[in-house]
């Protein structure tokens, strides 16, 4: 038995090891259109109006995002476009790639398979390269590829899930590549779960209709990109680690030229002159959209977003964030943490503090968060830590009880690992959960190709918009940046052969911004991007010299 | 000696890669056998010569993780196959058990892994079929009288005298053993000489010196192929006849077991094709 | 944190400084809190990446112990410091020239210093993630890359075994060699996957596909709300 759970909480555990074995076979029925409606209105954060802020400037004028975003979009940049030196250019190439995640990595590999030299593309990451939230990324990918399956339930399946407000065309592309995606992971010797037979093992995911989910244990995210990471080495792409982009460059005619890097380290600056430019930075999820806690890895703080946004690239679904059903909400040390959906894909169940189940445990993501939201404020049936946090008790114990003793332990080592270390053990415990900020929905505007707005710049990955309209599902994160990197990759590559080299480097974008926010009358003083999040204690802020030395 | 339904197996790498034909036709005698060998679910390389080099203790350190390895198994009785391996654990575990304060020294470097409690005994296959002749005799299905045999023991089974699988001048277990399939074994002058071992790796002259004495002798013997136990040995042998017109297969024990038996296993992976042999006296097909 | 002030306080020693820190943050956010920005040492907070390798003592134990700075909560009198990049070569391969068949030991030609392996084990306890490091190095020493692989799989690549190893063995590197060889060549491929690819490359979904691309919200709706669903995998 766990002892990392205080006594009063134990009781709780009590009440769902009593109800267990009744629940075990209950398929709890999904909620009516109407119902599902309702809750969303009454407890998902995206529906709260105060949280969001009407852009008042930039090619999406006029659209909602949430306040965190919209003061990031409306504030001037981190660099004064008049101090900066661009007669100097420190790298020269045929793509510049944005970004060392999944979406950038993958652009890279087809890019050199449309024929660039791996040596004329450049990677450049604000931490290391494969740092991201493709890494995280615990559940699976979704592919149709089994007889029962099609890409055209696929399709459904998402569209559903998002509301209708997919983009189509995107759609379209994301279902239709999906298998020769898996097809090429197979290739590149991606460590899929298979049976005997090497036929894979498939789960299902919230929303969807089909098993269609692949997975590598609950590493499914690390194993693509520990693979595609040693694919990229084995090219020899450079990467520039710790050197985020902090603007785009454009011509004279304002297409985009390349970037504006930072080292990290020494704070000095260089020049990317490229033909191609890839946007593939990620999300925000640190931005802590209404205080939510976050699943997100350190740097996800929308620079992309941000940089686009002002290079002149419209946003879209902005005014919905995913909030994850299933974050930690115990201990205090993992809260925000994602407790994959594959917990409850195995058939754990979500549980109030009284043992009882309350709703399907698959549905739409939004749906299951605002049930369980519901369920410890608008019910007050969820479980309040001594820390003040309240949540419900996700039955994973369950799993064991249904499919057999060890079954948590396969298939769900790394969220066993993580609560051995604070003393709960999930195969004998419930773990407590709460919903966390975990996907950035919309994002830049692209086109299926990955082109945008823009000539010269393209964009794939969490940091473009469109294709999961107003909600993912589970198990498309980790497909979009596949497929749509591969375009962006392709795309790019097409665009720089057939491209000169850009005739000039300026930042006038930028100057043009920063009058459009003065006739805005807009004085914000947090200036973007944000590179980093900030943690510091309270205590050693107030007490913090914010001085620059200059040697 | 040994009591169990089986054997726990200790393999060793060679037995893994270029000796797949000794581990191959072992199991399968020994699955003839009714005793089969069960390889250990945790194994380390012995640390082969490593370990032997000088007098330091800290190289004892892989062959008894592998004692500690049959220990968490439950077992306290390990076979192994390969001379090499035979002779690192035995003389490991020896040294071991005749000085606790060594026992005590590697214990307490493995720190928080398992201690070693010296209970571990490890045996060569040929002590194991020793005692099993009358079941190998009834399993002989095939003549192999035809067959002149010269037995080779090299180094590794009998030196040191203290874990020697038998008499270290004159040892006569293995003309026993290939007795039991009805071939015709040689009393073989050169059978307890050294191959050349490692020297095969940088100075192969040497090694090409001994095989135009061990295997010149079988030939002036007129014998049909060496049998022996040990994968260097049996590596060399073969290999270095590359310098001279013998043509002497070298084939290990089990290997000639196999054949006996009429179990089509081994015989693979051999630098001279010893099936052409076997078929010229009608023994295969 | 409104509560800071009824929290028990311990002391933590960064790189030997010592700073007083409220009893249950992880090592990260200790540091964090006593005013550290991460730009090196910090990647997933989640214990998936391998950014924030620490190593540390407690006063008054002999042993070096080693851990994810993220996955850990601090305690009194903990001495620490992170290492956020290990110099560890890797090999550059073909992913097409590594096929176990017709090579003998891809692995051991490849790393040829996991021969000088003396099963000390260190690798294995310096292992945040509890992986038999040593027993995957044994593995590949044989040729056993099923195992090899398997054996690895939860490696996070956060380098801490190559950094303690005293036969300078780069065993994440060789691990994910002997991971992609069981990808490519040891697991089986799928036959449903083939055929659904060659089905695809044949247009057969591409009409029906264009149908629901073309569909209003009030159609797709309809068909969306009568899918069945499938029981079981």
Same mark, same amino acid.
């Given at each position: 038995?766990?002892?990392?759970?205080?006594?009063?909480?134990?009781?709780?555990?009590?009440?769902?090891?009593?109800?267990?074995?009744?629940?075990? *076979?209950?398929?709890?029925?999904?909620?009516?259109?109407?119902?599902?409606?309702?809750?969303?209105?009454?407890?998902?954060?995206?529906?709260?109006?105060?949280?969001?802020?009407?852009?008042?400037?930039?090619?999406?004028?006029?659209? @909602?995002?949430?306040?965190?975003?919209?003061?990031?979009?409306?504030?001037?940049?981190?660099?004064?476009?008049?101090?900066?030196?661009?007669?100097?250019?420190?790298?020269?190439?045929?793509?510049?790639?944005?970004?060392?995640?999944?979406?950038?990595?993958?652009?890279? @590999?087809?890019?050199?398979?449309?024929?660039?030299?791996?040596?004329?593309?450049?990677?450049?990451?604000?931490?290391?390269? %494969?740092?991201?939230?493709?890494?995280?990324?615990?559940?699976?990918?979704?592919?149709?590829?089994?007889?029962?399956?099609?890409?055209?339930?696929?399709?459904?399946?998402?569209?559903?899930?998002?509301?209708?407000?997919?983009?189509?065309?995107?759609?379209?592309?994301?279902?239709?590549?999906?298998?020769?995606?898996?097809?090429?992971?197979?290739?590149?010797?991606?460590?899929?779960?298979?049976?005997?037979?090497?036929?894979?093992?498939?789960?299902?995911?919230?929303?969807?209709?089909?098993?269609?989910?692949?997975?590598? %244990?609950?590493?499914?995210?690390?194993?693509?990109?520990?693979?595609?990471?040693?694919?990229?080495?084995?090219?020899?792409?450079?990467?520039?680690?710790?050197?985020?982009?902090?603007?785009?460059?454009?011509?004279?005619?304002?297409?985009?030229?390349?970037?504006?890097?930072?080292?990290?380290?020494?704070?000095?600056?260089?020049?990317?002159?490229?033909?191609?430019?890839?946007?593939?930075?990620?999300?925000?999820?640190?931005?802590?959209?209404?205080?939510?806690?976050?699943?997100?890895? $350190?740097?996800?703080?929308?620079?992309?977003?941000?940089?686009?946004?002002?290079?002149?690239?419209?946003?879209?679904?902005?005014?919905?964030?995913?909030?994850?059903?299933?974050?930690?909400?115990?201990?205090?040390?993992?809260?925000?943490?994602?407790?994959?959906?594959?917990?409850?894909?195995?058939?754990?169940?979500?549980?109030?503090?009284?043992?009882?189940?309350?709703?399907?445990?698959?549905?739409?993501?939004?749906?299951?968060?605002?049930?369980?939201?519901?369920?410890?404020?608008?019910?007050?049936?969820?479980?309040?830590?001594?820390?003040?946090?309240?949540?419900?008790?996700?039955?994973?114990?369950?799993?064991?009880?249904?499919?057999?003793?060890?079954?948590?332990?396969?298939?769900?080592?790394?969220?066993?690992?993580?609560?051995?270390?604070?003393?709960?053990?999930?195969?004998?415990?419930?773990?407590?959960?709460?919903?966390?900020?975990?996907?950035?929905?919309?994002?830049?505007?692209?086109?299926?190709?990955?082109?945008?707005?823009?000539?010269?710049?393209?964009?794939?990955?969490?940091?473009?918009?469109?294709?999961?309209?107003?909600?993912?599902?589970?198990?498309?994160?980790?497909?979009?940046?596949?497929?749509?990197?591969?375009?962006?990759?392709?795309?790019?590559?097409?665009?720089?052969?057939?491209?000169?080299?850009?005739?000039?480097?300026?930042?006038?974008?930028?100057?043009?911004?920063?009058?459009?926010?003065?006739?805005?009358?807009?004085?914000?003083?947090?200036?973007?991007?944000?590179?980093?999040?900030?943690?510091?204690?309270?205590?050693?802020?107030?007490?913090?010299?914010?001085?620059?030395?200059?040697? | 000696?040994?009591?169990?339904?089986?054997?726990?197996?200790?393999?060793?790498?060679?037995?893994?890669?270029?000796?797949?034909?000794?581990?191959?036709?072992?199991?399968?005698?020994?699955?003839?056998?009714?005793?089969?060998?069960?390889?250990?679910?945790?194994?380390?390389?012995?640390?082969?010569?490593?370990?032997?080099?000088?007098?330091?203790?800290?190289?004892?350190?892989?062959?008894?993780?592998?004692?500690?390895?049959?220990?968490?198994?439950?077992?306290?009785?390990?076979?192994?196959?390969? *001379?090499?391996?035979?002779?690192?654990?035995?003389?490991?575990?020896?040294?071991?058990?005749?000085?606790?304060?060594?026992?005590?020294?590697?214990?307490?470097?493995?720190?928080?892994?398992?201690?070693?409690?010296?209970?571990?005994?490890?045996?060569?296959?040929?002590?194991?079929?020793?005692?099993?002749?009358?079941?190998?005799?009834?399993?002989?299905?095939?003549?192999?009288?035809?067959?002149?045999?010269?037995?080779?023991?090299?180094?590794?089974?009998?030196?040191?005298?203290?874990?020697?699988?038998?008499?270290?001048?004159?040892?006569?277990?293995?003309?026993?053993?290939?007795?039991?399939?009805?071939?015709?074994?040689?009393?073989?002058?050169?059978?307890?000489?050294?191959?050349?071992?490692?020297?095969?790796?940088?100075?192969?002259?040497?090694?090409?010196?001994?095989?135009?004495?061990?295997?010149?002798?079988?030939?002036?013997?007129?014998?049909?192929?060496?049998?022996?136990?040990?994968?260097?040995?049996?590596?060399?042998?073969?290999?270095?006849?590359?310098?001279?017109?013998?043509?002497?297969?070298? @084939?290990?024990?089990?290997?000639?077991?196999?054949?006996?038996?009429?179990?089509?296993?081994?015989?693979?992976?051999?630098?001279?094709?010893?099936?052409?042999?076997?078929?010229?006296?009608?023994? @295969?097909? | 944190?409104?509560?800071?002030?009824?929290?028990?306080?311990?002391?933590?020693?960064?790189?030997?400084?010592?700073?007083?820190?409220?009893?249950?943050?992880?090592?990260?956010?200790?540091?964090?809190?006593?005013?550290?920005?991460?730009?090196?040492?910090?990647?997933?907070?989640?214990?998936?990446?391998?950014?924030?390798?620490?190593?540390?003592?407690?006063?008054?134990? $002999?042993?070096?112990?080693?851990?994810?700075?993220?996955?850990?909560?601090?305690?009194?009198?903990?001495?620490?410091?992170?290492?956020?990049?290990?110099?560890?070569?890797?090999?550059?391969?073909?992913?097409?020239?590594?096929?176990?068949?017709?090579?003998?030991?891809?692995?051991?030609?490849?790393?040829?210093?996991?021969?000088?392996?003396?099963?000390?084990?260190?690798?294995?306890?310096?292992?945040?993630?509890?992986?038999?490091?040593?027993?995957?190095?044994?593995?590949?020493?044989?040729?056993?890359?099923?195992?090899?692989?398997?054996?690895?799989?939860?490696?996070?690549?956060?380098?801490?075994?190559?950094?303690?190893?005293?036969?300078?063995?780069?065993?994440?590197?060789?691990?994910?060699?002997?991971?992609?060889?069981?990808?490519?060549?040891?697991?089986?491929?799928?036959?449903?996957?083939?055929?659904?690819?060659?089905?695809?490359?044949?247009?057969?979904?591409?009409?029906?596909?264009?149908?629901?691309?073309?569909?209003?919200?009030?159609?797709?709706?309809?068909?969306?709300?009568?899918?069945?669903?499938?029981?079981?995998?």
């Amino acid at each position: 038995m766990s002892d990392g759970y205080p006594e009063y909480m134990r009781r709780s555990i009590e009440k769902v090891e009593a109800t267990r074995e009744n629940r075990a *076979d209950i398929d709890f029925e999904r909620m009516k259109p109407e119902e599902s409606q309702e809750t969303l209105d009454n407890f998902h954060p995206d529906y709260r109006k105060e949280g969001k802020h009407e852009l008042k400037v930039g090619p999406s004028k006029g659209e @909602l995002a949430p306040i965190e975003l919209a003061e990031l979009l409306e504030s001037p940049s981190i660099i004064d476009p008049s101090e900066i030196d661009l007669s100097q250019v420190d790298y020269d190439v045929e793509i510049l790639i944005v970004g060392g995640g999944g979406a950038g990595t993958v652009a890279a @590999l087809w890019a050199i398979k449309e024929g660039i030299d791996p040596k004329d593309i450049l990677i450049a990451t604000k931490l290391r390269h %494969g740092d991201s939230n493709s890494m995280m990324a615990q559940g699976g990918i979704q592919a149709a590829d089994k007889e029962v399956d099609s890409p055209v339930t696929h399709y459904l399946d998402a569209i559903g899930g998002g509301h209708y407000t997919n983009e189509p065309d995107l759609l379209k592309a994301l279902t239709k590549d999906a298998p020769e995606i898996i097809k090429w992971h197979e290739k590149l010797g991606i460590m899929y779960d298979r049976d005997e037979k090497g036929e894979f093992v498939e789960l299902p995911g919230g929303g969807t209709s089909r098993y269609r989910l692949h997975s590598a %244990g609950d590493y499914t995210g690390m194993e693509l990109m520990r693979v595609l990471m040693d694919e990229s080495r084995n090219k020899g792409v450079p990467v520039l680690e710790f050197a985020p982009a902090v603007e785009l460059l454009t011509d004279e005619k304002g297409n985009v030229s390349g970037a504006l890097l930072m080292n990290l380290e020494t704070n000095e600056y260089y020049v990317v002159r490229a033909k191609s430019t890839i946007m593939a930075t990620g999300g925000f999820g640190r931005l802590h959209v209404q205080s939510y806690p976050t699943s997100n890895h $350190y740097g996800a703080t929308a620079d992309g977003l941000i940089m686009g946004y002002r290079v002149g690239i419209p946003l879209r679904d902005m005014d919905s964030v995913q909030y994850h059903p299933t974050g930690a909400a115990f201990p205090d040390q993992v809260i925000g943490l994602l407790v994959t959906e594959k917990v409850r894909s195995l058939g754990g169940q979500p549980v109030n503090a009284d043992g009882e189940l309350f709703v399907n445990p698959l549905e739409p993501r939004d749906v299951e968060a605002a049930a369980i939201i519901r369920e410890c404020y608008g019910r007050e049936k969820g479980i309040t830590t001594p820390t003040g946090m309240r949540g419900v008790w996700l039955d994973s114990p369950l799993i064991d009880f249904k499919e057999g003793e060890g079954t948590v332990a396969k298939r769900l080592p790394a969220m066993v690992r993580q609560y051995e270390r604070f003393n709960i053990d999930m195969t004998k415990d419930p773990i407590l959960v709460f919903p966390t900020l975990h996907y950035q929905n919309g994002g830049l505007m692209i086109n299926s190709d990955s082109s945008t707005a823009v000539d010269g710049l393209f964009a794939a990955g969490e940091v473009s918009g469109g294709v999961h309209g107003k909600n993912r599902l589970m198990g498309n994160s980790l497909l979009d940046f596949n497929v749509f990197g591969r375009r962006a990759g392709i795309t790019a590559a097409m665009h720089a052969r057939k491209g000169q080299k850009p005739s000039k480097l300026t930042l006038d974008h930028l100057t043009k911004y920063n009058k459009e926010l003065k006739d805005a009358g807009i004085e914000r003083k947090n200036p973007s991007p944000m590179l980093l999040p900030e943690y510091r204690g309270k205590r050693v802020l107030e007490r913090h010299l914010d001085v620059q030395v200059t040697l | 000696m040994i009591t169990m339904d089986g054997y726990l197996y200790y393999p060793g790498c060679t037995l893994k890669t270029k000796a797949s034909d000794y581990e191959e036709s072992a199991m399968a005698v020994m699955d003839a056998l009714g005793k089969p060998l069960v390889e250990m679910e945790d194994w380390y390389c012995c640390g082969a010569v490593q370990s032997l080099t000088t007098d330091d203790l800290m190289h004892q350190l892989a062959p008894i993780r592998t004692m500690c390895c049959a220990q968490e198994e439950g077992e306290n009785e390990l076979v192994t196959l390969c *001379d090499m391996c035979y002779n690192v654990l035995k003389q490991a575990n020896k040294r071991i058990k005749d000085n606790p304060d060594d026992l005590e020294t590697i214990n307490e470097f493995q720190d928080e892994d398992p201690d070693y409690l010296g209970d571990v005994e490890v045996y060569h296959l040929f002590e194991v079929l020793k005692e099993m002749k009358k079941e190998i005799k009834k399993k002989v299905v095939k003549d192999l009288s035809s067959l002149k045999i010269a037995p080779y023991y090299g180094c590794m089974l009998l030196r040191p005298t203290e874990i020697a699988v038998d008499d270290t001048e004159d040892p006569k277990i293995m003309e026993e053993l290939i007795g039991l399939t009805g071939a015709a074994v040689i009393d073989n002058p050169k059978k307890t000489e050294c191959c050349g071992s490692y020297h095969t790796v940088n100075r192969g002259d040497i090694v090409e010196k001994r095989v135009k004495e061990i295997v010149g002798r079988a030939v002036e013997d007129d014998v049909d192929m060496i049998v022996l136990s040990c994968p260097l040995c049996q590596f060399n042998l073969e290999y270095h006849q590359r310098v001279t017109d013998f043509d002497v297969p070298v @084939l290990y024990l089990t290997e000639l077991l196999a054949i006996a038996f009429g179990l089509e296993v081994g015989l693979k992976k051999h630098k001279i094709d010893p099936i052409k042999k076997l078929k010229e006296k009608d023994i @295969l097909e | 944190m409104s509560d800071e002030e009824d929290k028990k306080m311990i002391d933590i020693y960064v790189m030997g400084r010592r700073y007083k820190v409220p009893e249950g943050l992880t090592i990260m956010t200790a540091l964090e809190y006593s005013g550290y920005k991460y730009v090196r040492g910090c990647g997933c907070r989640g214990g998936f990446c391998g950014a924030c390798s620490t190593v540390y003592r407690k006063e008054g134990e $002999y042993k070096l112990k080693m851990d994810l700075a993220c996955q850990t909560a601090v305690e009194d009198g903990m001495f620490l410091v992170q290492l956020p990049f290990v110099p560890a070569v890797r090999k550059g391969f073909e992913i097409e020239d590594v096929d176990p068949k017709q090579n003998d030991n891809v692995l051991l030609e490849k790393y040829p210093e996991i021969a000088r392996c003396v099963s000390c084990n260190t690798c294995t306890k310096a292992c945040p993630q509890d992986i038999k490091v040593m027993d995957y190095v044994q593995a590949s020493l044989r040729g056993d890359v099923d195992r090899a692989a398997k054996l690895s799989f939860d490696c996070i690549q956060c380098g801490l075994c190559s950094i303690r190893c005293p036969a300078d063995i780069k065993h994440y590197h060789l691990a994910q060699l002997a991971r992609r060889i069981k990808g490519r060549y040891i697991d089986l491929e799928s036959s449903e996957l083939a055929k659904m690819v060659e089905e695809l490359q044949e247009g057969k979904y591409d009409e029906e596909l264009n149908k629901l691309c073309s569909m209003s919200k009030e159609e797709l709706k309809k068909v969306y709300d009568e899918r069945t669903f499938q029981k079981e995998g």
